[in-house]
Nanobody, 126 residues
Framework: QVHLVESGGASVQAGGSLRLSCAAS????????MAWFRQAPGKEREGVAALYTVGGSTFYADSVQGRFTISQDIAKKTMYLQMNSLKPEDTAMYYC???????????????????WGRGTQVTVSS
């Protein structure tokens, strides 16, 4: 498993931007499928964006495509989620998840991930 720590959550106005970070503590950062999930009050957790650490392939949910960008700094073993044009419906607890794998096939299936962070809160007000 990988120890994950999220940061960067905050309260912002609609239309604003935030960058979330997910620092991974692991001897080997390669061959990880890493993802951002979010859970709003009263709703199920949903996948937002994912990235495969080898090659940097990225995946996005339709709801954030074009507004959010997932990236990584391999040297820092850190994944990021740049969130632009934020909407009130983006309000949620955001979680980082990781699993060591040969690919990021079906990246938004929760059960495939065996490492989770504790989350960072994002609140977007109108």
């Amino acid at each position: 498993q990988v120890h994950l720590v999220e940061s960067g959550g905050a309260s912002v106005q609609a239309g604003g931007s935030l960058r979330l970070s997910c620092a991974a503590s692991t001897y080997t950062y390669s061959s990880l499928c890493m993802a951002w999930f979010r859970q709003a009050p009263g709703k199920e957790r949903e996948g937002v964006a994912a990235l495969y650490t080898v090659g940097g392939s990225t995946f996005y949910a339709d709801s954030v495509q074009g507004r959010f960008t997932i990236s990584q700094d391999i040297a820092k073993k850190t994944m990021y989620l740049q969130m632009n044009s934020l909407k009130p419906e983006d309000t949620a607890m955001y979680y980082c998840a990781a699993v060591r794998s040969s690919s990021c096939y079906r990246p938004f299936l929760e059960f495939k991930y065996n490492s989770w962070g504790r989350g960072t809160q994002v609140t977007v007000s109108s």
